[in-house]
């Protein structure tokens, strides 16, 4: 059963450009989560997200950042019009359910560069 | 709103020695405590969790934790070290709200 999937594991960008992170759950996994760290920090909660639904964004900044999780394929988070201080690792992890006593599977992160 | 707080950024144990990585909480209702593990420009692993019952939790790589209700605590602890522990841990806390909160992380270096 394969794990997390994120694609692609490192990105580089001009400032200006768009980042498109990819994350594919656990298989039978329907909830989504999209976190982001800064070096040598613990992850900040972005967002959450269902099937076809944004359940939480509230970790979200309020603007060139956009998260979605369609029927099919994966889980998109979008960074439009990329600035330096959006250089990190972006990490996506996947529950069963959406109970606080779920674990989360993480994928191996996308690091994100911005030039 | 819940939160969790890990007060050393950094622990250095020698092989063999026992380890205690510390973490402290707060959340308003009934917590769910998580302990993970990253290795160098890798995603986290699961170590293990307490959601309710016994207070000391077995995990993963024979690491345990001990939750601590009136000291609002939840330590991660393994009796004998090795040099391969060596890695970055983080503390989470969760009640039945939807986000997880992290700790800041304490790296954990283990001495030949």
């Known amino acids: 059963n394969a794990g997390v999937m994120q694609n692609p594991r490192h990105l580089v960008r001009r400032r200006g450009q768009e980042a498109r992170l990819r994350c594919s759950p656990m298989k039978g996994h329907s909830h989504v989560y999209w976190y982001r760290q800064l070096p040598e920090e613990g992850l900040k909660f972005m967002v959450y997200l269902q099937k076809e639904n944004i359940i939480d964004e509230s970790g979200m900044p309020k603007e060139r950042f956009s998260a979605e999780f369609p029927k099919e394929g994966p889980s998109i988070l979008r960074i439009q019009q990329v600035v330096r201080g959006d250089s990190a690792a972006y990490f996506c992890?996947?529950?069963?359910?959406?109970?606080?006593?779920?674990?989360?599977?993480f994928g191996p992160g996308t690091r994100l560069t911005v030039l | 709103a819940q939160s969790v707080a890990q007060p050393e950024d950094q622990v250095n144990v020698a092989e063999g020695n026992p380890l205690t990585v510390k973490c402290t909480y707060s959340?308003?209702?009934?917590?769910?405590l998580f302990w993970y593990v990253q290795y160098p420009n890798r995603g986290l692993q699961f170590l293990l969790k307490y959601i309710t019952g016994d207070n000391l939790v077995k995990g993963s790589y024979g690491f345990e934790a001990e939750f601590n209700k009136s000291q609002t605590s939840f330590h991660l602890k393994k009796p004998s070290a090795l040099v391969s522990d060596s890695a970055l841990y983080f503390c989470?806390?969760?009640?039945?709200?939807?986000?997880?909160?992290f700790g800041a992380g304490t790296r954990l270096t283990v001495k030949p």
């Open positions: 992890a996947s529950s069963p359910g959406s109970g606080g006593y779920n674990e989360q599977f």
């Open positions: 959340v308003s209702g009934n917590p769910y």
């Open positions: 989470t806390v969760r009640d039945n709200n939807n986000d997880m909160r």
